[in-house]
């Protein structure tokens, strides 16, 4: 059974920054690419970022120059750097990954998300 758990989220002020970080555990042979969605109240879930085995990075257009993605694959974990955080910022982030836990293939897992409140 592999789970995706995120971690810190929480309520932060207009400029502010903040770091999510999500860990993936279990029967885990590999972990391919990494990364972030997000989902605003109303509105469907969008890309932020992405980060490949070997370390190259996708972000969106919006947080292009704010948001910063990293792994460690050592410990199957991937952190999401968020700096100038403004209230459109706001939503569930939700960390996925793709992982081969068994077999050849590797299947999309998902965690449950954290919530980040960019409010004054």
């Known amino acids: 059974q592999v789970q995706l758990v995120e971690s810190g989220g929480g309520l932060v002020q207009p400029g502010g920054s903040l770091r999510v970080s999500c860990v993936a555990s279990g029967s885990i042979l590999s972990v391919n690419g990494m990364g972030w969605y997000r989902q605003a109240p109303g509105k469907q879930r969008e890309l932020v970022a992405s980060v490949s085995r070997s370390g190259t990075t996708n972000y969106a257009d919006l947080v292009k120059g704010r948001f910063t993605i990293s792994r460690d694959n050592a410990k199957n974990t991937v952190h999401l750097q968020m700096n100038s955080l403004n209230p459109e910022d706001t939503a569930v982030y939700y960390c996925?990954?793709?992982?081969?836990?068994?077999?050849?293939?590797?299947?999309?897992?998902w965690g449950r998300g954290t919530q980040v409140t960019v409010s004054s």
């Open positions: 996925y990954a793709y992982i081969r836990d068994s077999g050849f293939d590797f299947n999309n897992y």
